[in-house]
Structure formats: C-alpha cells, structure tokens
C-alpha cells in the first residue's frame, strides 16, 4: 500500500508538473524562445519558423531573413531573403521587375547551398541578368502556377519563366495538394486533419512543439547513424525512394499513390498548360528544365518518362527544353553510377551539391547566352 501511494503522488507530481508547462508554455511560450532568438537562429528548428504559410500558394519563405543552419550530413549554409521574400544574396532589396524567374521545388531552393552557389546565383553572376529565385521546398505545378499568378497579379514583370520540374513533383502534386477555380492551393482533405493538429501545436505550444523537434531529429539522426554503420552504398529514406519510384515502375498503379502514373502526369501536365496560357497572355516566355535524381541514374533510362511528358508538353510552348539527363547518364557511362553519385550529389541525399549545381549553371549560361 505505501508504495502504491508514492506511486500516486509522483503521479500527481508530474500531472501538475505537465499542466503547469503547458500553462507556461501556452502564455510565455513564445517570448521564451524569442529571448533566445540568436541560439535558435543556428539550429534547423529556427528554419519552421521562417517557412511560413501563404494564404494562396500555400507556403513561402519570410522576407529578409539571414540565419546559418546546421544541416546534418548535408553540411552548414546560410539561408537568406530579400524584401520580396525570394531566396537571394543576404540584405538584398530589389523591385518588382525581373528579366528572370527561376520556380522549382528544394532543388531550385537549393536548401544546404548559399544563393551565391546555387545554380540560380552563378547563372545571375555570369549572365548580369537580373533573377527571380521563387523555388521553395516541396513545390510543385500547383504551386508554380498558383504562386507566379499570385505575383503577376501582384505587379511583378517577368520577361522569362524558367520552371524546373522535379521527380517529386508527381508525388506532391497528387498526393499532397488541392488547387480551386481562384488558384487558391490548400492541402487535400485526408491530410488537413495532421496538418491542423501540427499548427496547432505550434501556434499555442511554441515549447513544446520545440521539445517534440529535438526528440524526433534525434531519433532521425540515431537511425540514420546506425544506417550508415553498415551501408557504405547511398542510403536514401523510404518516402524518398517512394517519390523517385513513378519513372522507373512497370505498373501504373503504385502502393501510396492517390493516382496512377498516367493519370497523376495528365493532372501535371493541365496545370503546367495553364501557367503557359497565363504567361502567353503577358508575353512572358516559358523554359522547362528536366534533371535526374540519383535513382534515375540507377533505374532508370536516360530518355525517361520524365523527359519524355516535359519534352512534348514544350513542343509549341517553351523557348527551350533544357534536358539535363544526357549529362550525368553520359558522366556514369563513362565512369561508374556510385562515382558519378558521390561527385554531383549530397551523401545519403537525392540533392546536388555544389559541383552538380555548377553543371546546372554552365547549361543555363550556354542556352541563355
């Protein structure tokens, strides 16, 4: 009996201890961690709070940030926009007018690069053009046509739309996101649920949304750790390899997808088809870039899938079809699919480091010259 009552008390303890933080946290939450602005400002925590959301294209970046992160075997960058909110050199304000936009997912976000590496930078360098970066994180055709409508209608110019569009585009687009009649891109209904419990959180229980961080980026790390304990080969996550897989599968229908193959590429394709119409009408020109992610380079075929919708989608509608798939499948004939992974590609991820994102930027510069 008496052990059972010290077992109720520390139970009571650590129930008021618990309500007493979320009390805290729910009031103060949010101060506390503002106080401690300069040390989450170094940590990939501090990138949730400047990824923000937007009430039509669904998600961007905040406006004049600078902040160096920590990206675990990707290496430390620095992450910086300007007024506008667009991936540029550190306190850069510019106007409305660009001769060139660049709109893409992570690839053309470049995460763990600094702008000045990325292939955005070095083309804007050599070329003197002024650009646009408008690439964010897990954007797709939804996004690209919501988004550079939005900023059309905004009064900004562009002379020249460049869209490069990536493997996960056909993931994103079908499993993730909803587009209406107004362009307006929220998330499909089967994922609203998760996505409203996770802002919650984060809106009323800053601290505690900063705890289940840690705990869930330590877990990551321990289990990516023990991975490559034993795998020398490239080690990719399971929604990674899920994403890559629609270009090299031999069935139309793949476990996860909302959509098939053919039907998730025709979706693709009308928004894409819109964004044209949308630009045709404000004599802005459209290119299209095509790249392969490493698994494409081991599974798939140098005229993919993925080259082939982009290319006949470009026939009559872009100023260039930019296929970079010829350069890096003749780069692994030439020498071997894990050299060629390991001397374009972060280790363990399917993003260009800073020698691929110069190959990008050569090609760019020679098409655009």
């Known amino acids: 009996m008496i052990f059972l009552k ?99 997912d992570s690839f053309t976000e470049v995460t763990p690069i600094e702008y000045e590496e990325s292939f955005v930078g070095i083309f804007t360098e050599a070329s003197g053009y002024k650009t646009a970066n408008l690439g964010i994180v897990s954007y797709s055709p939804k996004i690209y046509l919501s988004k550079i409508n939005y900023l059309i209608n905004e009064g900004f110019n562009f002379d020249h739309v460049v869209v490069f569009i990536d493997i996960s585009d056909f993931y994103d687009d079908t499993n993730f996101y909803s587009i209406d009649e107004s362009l307006k891109v929220t998330e499909k209904y089967s994922k609203k649920k998760n996505l409203k419990r996770r802002k919650f959180l984060r809106n009323n229980f800053p601290l505690t949304n900063f705890y289940m961080f840690v705990l869930k980026k330590y877990k990551f790390k321990s289990e990516e750790d023990k991975e490559l304990s034993v795998n020398e080969n490239p080690v990719f996550t399971d929604k990674v390899n899920l994403k ?75 100023e260039n079809f930019i296929n970079y798939f010829p350069i890096f499948f003749d780069e692994m004939n030439n020498s071997s699919y ?8 972060f280790k363990n991820d399917p993003h260009f480091n800073k020698i691929g994102h110069k190959v990008l930027a050569k090609k760019l510069i020679e098409v655009f010259k």
């Open 6 to 104: 010290k077992i109720l008390d520390l139970t009571k303890i650590l129930l008021i201890a618990f309500i007493f933080s979320l009390v805290i946290d729910f009031f103060l939450g949010s101060k506390i961690l503002k106080y401690f602005d300069d040390y989450f400002a170094k940590s990939q925590f501090y990138e949730r709070l400047v990824r923000i959301d937007h009430p039509i294209y669904h998600h961007t970046l905040r406006a004049n940030i600078q902040y160096t992160n920590n990206v675990s075997f990707l290496g430390t960058y620095e992450l910086c926009t300007n007024n506008h909110g667009f991936k540029s050199k550190c306190n850069e304000v510019v106007d409305k007018n660009f001769e060139f936009a660049f709109i893409g």
């Open 338 to 345: 894990l050299e060629t992974y390991k001397k374009y590609y």
């Open 244 to 318: 890559a897989k629609w270009t090299y599968s031999k069935e139309d229908t793949i476990e996860k997808y909302d959509l098939g193959i053919k039907k998730g590429n025709q979706i693709m394709v009308s928004h894409m088809e819109k964004l044209y119409e949308i630009l045709s009408q404000n004599n802005i020109k459209l290119s299209l870039a095509v790249y392969p992610w490493p698994h494409q380079l081991k599974n798939d075929v140098v005229n993919s899938i993925h080259v082939k919708i982009w290319e006949e989608f470009c026939k009559n509608k872009c």
